[in-house]
């Protein structure tokens, strides 16, 4: 199955975001990933509801929704409700994490849970078999722009090698510091969803950032 590309909006120029969702809908991505930051669980605090909502007024495309927050079970139902497709929690951030799966996917949810730079792979081995997506965060969340964390390939090896048992259709996404530098050797261990934020709208055509990065692994196929 070929990889997917997810363009973070938090690299967006808010002030023009209609403009950048519809490049957007007309570019080769697949999903939007919408990182919702609460200034607790990260140090830096992103935007609410009322801009998902405006967001998937205009999308055409699933939005990939990354909550960086605390105790996100007080808020799964506000982003079903606001436009959320999949629903990516932190493993750091819930204490009751297979209650928080499950309570996603009966929304009708695809479910994730994100790891930090510091959480190993391995204690996903009892949830593994519940989720949809596991997110591998390649840099400290909080902020775009941020340098690539190059421990990221060997989680991805171990999280495909745990998955090929536990769950062969789990979706592996990288999150930070993904560009056309990285694309095709996270994809050659294991990932199929790259997020990209400043790699795609900090380019002069960020349409043929996204187009690139879908052919990343091209080269090494
Ligand atoms: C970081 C966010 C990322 C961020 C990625 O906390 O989770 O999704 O937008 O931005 P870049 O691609 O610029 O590192
Ligand atoms: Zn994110």
Redesign the pocket.
Known sequence: MKHLIAP?I??ADFANLQRDIEMINESQADWI?V?IMDGLF?PNISFGFPVVEAVKKNATKPLDV?L?INDPDRYLQAFKNAGADNITVHYEACTHLHRTIHAIKDMDCLAGVALNPHTPVALLEDIIADVDLVLIMS?N??????RFIANTYRKIVQLKQMAASANPTLHIEV????GSANAAQLIAAGANVL?????VFAAEDPTGAIAALKRANESVA
């Open positions: 973070s938090l690299a990933h990182d990260v990354h960086m840099v969340p909080g902020f775009g722009g941020q999150d930070g510091g993904v997020v990209a934020g400043n790699s």
